[in-house]
């Protein structure tokens, strides 16, 4: 029998000027099934190494902790290149994660601009690690601790609107007016 993940949460980053330097807020939308059940708000250092250090650690801690089934990222990265160990993630929470993609990114752009920051080359390992992104319906994925069949029940179930499933999309609504005051822009 597949396993369903009736609890969700997703995860976006706020959006930052080019020029910022210091710490970027993310957003984690809590959903029952297609029910919006809580919020969460944390802080990660734009390109630094501790997305998932305090992805993991604001999950563990809030009340949410023990009826969460499954983690989806917006993208492997926040803050800009704040990669995601989502091996750690996982193993820290015991949670399988999906990460979503709209569009499939450049992955020879991205490990170019990741070899010109401090300990790109450790990012790059983590991204390599996950493998290819996978074309599941009108996304792209990558996953760890959930099969492939699991992930696209996931997507079936949590996308209510467009081709982003619903934990992703109101996160990045969220975030967005976070810092701008309004939302805007494409989830």
């Known amino acids: ?20 330097t210091g710490r970027v807020k993310f957003v984690g939308t809590v959903y029952a099934k297609t029910r919006l059940d809580g919020i969460l ?7 630094g190494t501790n997305a998932a250090r305090n992805l993991a650690r604001l999950v563990a801690e809030s009340k949410f902790a023990q009826s969460v089934q499954l983690i989806m990222l917006q993208g492997i990265a926040l803050a ?18 999906l990460v979503v993609a709209r569009k499939c990114p450049d992955m020879s752009a991205i490990h170019a601009a990741l070899l010109q920051l401090r300990g790109g080359h450790r990012k790059w390992t983590l991204i390599e690690r996950l493998g290819p992104m996978e074309k599941l319906s009108s996304v792209y994925v ?6 492939i069949e699991q992930a696209k029940a996931a997507l079936r179930q949590s996308t209510v609107t467009g081709s982003i499933p619903e934990p992703l999309r109101v996160a990045h609504l969220i975030a967005g007016a976070l810092v701008k005051g309004q939302s805007s822009g494409r989830a």
């Open 41 to 47: 708000i944390g802080d990660v250092q734009r390109d």
């Open 142 to 147: 990558q996953r760890v601790g959930l099969t």
């Open 80 to 97: 800009g290149f704040n990669v995601v160990d989502v091996f750690e993630l996982h193993e820290k929470l015991g949670l399988p994660v």
């Open 1 to 20: 029998m597949l396993k369903r993940f009736s609890n969700i949460i997703g995860f976006d980053d706020a959006p930052f000027p080019a020029a910022h």
